[in-house]
């Protein structure tokens, strides 16, 4: 299949690569047909495509490498609409926001992660809990370091 993106051209996806989220993503329910892209150069970073909208991609990462702790308990009826079975490798993913005004402020969206079925190719967007922040830094911000104190007079008279 020929797929458009106005990021990255023309390119051809095979039948077996893309991914069906039945219900589509939060914002975007008219959208169920993606294909995750890899970059060209080894980032953890990789592009959710639409095959059907050029203009519709999301950047995504495996929130592990966000906080290595990173867990969820999927219900039966997720389970159930990727065609999940206890023994299918399912892969995490969050979409990230990258601010215009401010690119270095990239968040990652670690309570709505998708959750995809690598068997089926069926994906889902779960919204979990409020245990995991909709906006998780993912560059820590530097850590101002405080200037020296000024020496006093007496430390300034003996050297």
């Known amino acids: 299949m020929k797929c458009k993106s106005t990021r990255f051209g023309s390119f051809d996806v095979s039948d077996e690569s893309i991914l069906h989220f039945p219900s589509g993503l939060l914002g975007f329910h008219d959208q169920s047909r993606y294909v995750i892209l890899d970059h060209d150069t080894p980032v953890p970073f990789k592009w959710l495509q639409s095959v059907t909208d050029p203009d519709l991609s999301f950047v995504i990462m495996d929130p592990v490498e966000l906080t ?92």
């Not at 079975?85 to 401010?102: K, M």
């Not at 089926?120 to 370091?145: C, E, N």
């Open 68 to 159: 290595a702790d990173y867990s969820l308990v999927l219900t039966p009826e997720a389970l159930a609409e990727v065609k999940g079975l206890e023994t299918d490798d399912l892969l995490l993913l969050v979409i990230l926001t990258i601010p215009s005004e401010d690119p270095g402020s990239v968040t990652a969206n670690l309570r709505g992660p998708l959750v995809v079925n690598q068997r089926t190719k069926m994906g889902k967007q779960v919204v979990l809990a409020d245990s995991y922040p909709t906006r998780h830094p993912v560059f820590p911000r530097a850590v101002p370091i405080p200037e020296p104190a000024a020496p006093s007079l007496q430390q300034a008279a003996c050297s």
